[in-house]
């Protein structure tokens, strides 16, 4: 690493360590480009600062790899959406939570304008806790347009499933054709 600097002469000691650190980043890849800004490609110490870069409304360090790069990679596609269904879905996606949006005039009886109802579920149902909640808020806040309120139901989704099966067998019937015989006389 060189002692080579971008920073100007009258730069403090923490802004230079800084900048060391990053430096130190950078050199432990081999080419960081063009994976460095791709959230599924960059490696997993640099998705905090991706992250910060894109404005992700709030990080949470212990979530699992797959949903910080979830997270990461819809940042900017939740704001360009910001205010729309899609964009909603997008949030809760971005957490590993499937979503359906049900707009005032969608619902029965007609909810108050700009009220929407979200009813959102974890993909692989794990349980749900108050700071997962948070999260999720989080999250709506930033997708949501501002003059909207919301009613935010949280299910947990249960998969089941049938099946059927038959097997068709021929019964097997054994007899003799063969009509030779002796008659004892």
């Not at 081999?30 to 409304?57: F, S």
């Not at 809760?92 to 109802?117: C, I, N, R």
């Amino acid at each position: 690493m060189s002692e080579y600097s971008l920073l100007p002469d009258n730069r403090s000691p923490l802004e230079r360590g800084l900048e060391l650190a990053f430096t130190q980043l950078l050199y432990e890849s081999e080419n960081p480009y063009p994976a460095l800004l791709n959230p599924r490609q960059t490696k997993k110490p640099m998705l905090p600062y991706l992250a910060q870069d894109r404005g992700v409304p709030e990080w949470d360090s212990a979530a699992p790899e797959s949903e910080q790069r979830q997270t990461v990679a819809n940042a900017w596609p939740v704001r360009r959406l910001a205010g729309t269904r899609k964009g909603l879905m997008l949030a809760m996606d971005s957490l590993e939570y499937d979503a359906e949006v049900t707009p005032w005039y969608q619902m029965a009886p007609k909810g108050q304008p700009y009220h929407f109802e979200l009813v959102a579920w974890k993909r692989q149902n794990a349980p749900i806790n108050q700071d997962v909640v948070h999260r999720i808020i989080a999250h709506i806040e930033d997708a949501k347009s501002e003059r909207d309120s919301y009613e935010l139901i949280l299910a947990f989704g249960v998969e089941t499933g049938l099946a059927l099966s038959s097997v068709l067998d021929r019964g097997i019937t054994i007899f003799d054709e063969s009509y030779e015989g002796d008659i004892a006389g």
